[in-house]
């Protein structure tokens, strides 16, 4: 295993359109997370799954953002009627347990 | 208030000094910090986590946590050109799966 990774690497859509992003964790990783980094800020935190469940999910998200982790193993990150503010790197990120997480290279999102 | 506030840098020290780096959060019952490294153009890197007050340390960092100031610190012994990056400091709370991120301070270290 050789750590996280995400698919596609870049994304360039046009406003309106779906996207949909993946993320396969380590794989002995229960605990998997999204996050969303704009240029000169810090992750911001979108979503928690633990295993299958998702536990936690952002205030800060519309209903057009929404995550699965079917099975408990690879995740989805789906943006739906995408915006030129959607434009971002979406990181995601896993952990086995509350020591810290292994993050994924990203998936550049670009909305024109 | 940011609920996590670091000094946005650029913070510029010469080659074998000591960089020091701070980190103020706003929620008291956080209980999990973390020190992530970020490179420029690719994703974070965990280098140290803390969880009980006092000093951690692992190779030349070294973690520094102060509950009752809600203060965290990263210290970086004889820095390195290759330490030049962004830092991100990192909360959670407790019994909550939410980690927070500062924006990050930005650490250039001249040769």
């Known amino acids: 295993d050789t750590g996280v990774s995400q698919d596609p690497r870049h994304k360039i859509t046009k406003r309106g359109q779906n996207v949909t992003f993946r993320c396969d964790p380590i794989?002995?990783?229960?605990?998997l997370y999204w996050y969303r980094q704009t240029l000169g800020q810090g992750p911001e935190f979108l979503t928690y799954f633990q295993n299958e469940a998702q536990l936690e999910k952002s205030r800060l998200l519309s209903d057009r953002f929404s995550a699965e982790r079917p099975k408990g193993s690879f995740s989805t990150l789906e943006i739906q009627r995408t915006e030129q503010g959607d434009s971002a790197m979406y990181l995601c990120?896993?952990?086995?347990?509350?020591?810290?997480?292994?993050f994924g290279p990203g998936t550049r999102l670009t909305v024109t | 208030q940011k609920e996590v506030e670091q000094n946005s840098g650029p913070l510029s020290v010469p080659e074998g000094a000591i960089a020091s780096l701070n980190c103020t959060y706003s929620?008291?019952?956080?209980?999990?910090f973390f020190w992530y490294r970020q490179y420029s153009g690719k994703s974070p890197e965990l280098i140290m986590s803390?969880?009980?007050?006092g000093d951690k340390e692992d190779g030349r960092f070294t973690a520094q946590l102060n509950k009752a100031s809600q203060y965290v610190s990263l210290l970086i012994r004889d820095s390195q050109p290759s330490d030049s990056a962004t830092y991100l400091c990192?909360?959670?709370?407790?019994?909550?799966?939410?980690?927070?991120f500062g924006a990050g301070t930005r650490l250039f270290v001249k040769a």
């Open positions: 990192a909360v959670n709370r407790a019994g909550g799966f939410k980690t927070i």
């Open positions: 990120a896993s952990s086995l347990s509350a020591w810290g997480s292994v």
């Open positions: 794989s002995e990783h229960n605990r």
């Open positions: 803390i969880y009980s007050n």
């Open positions: 929620d008291r019952g956080s209980q999990s």
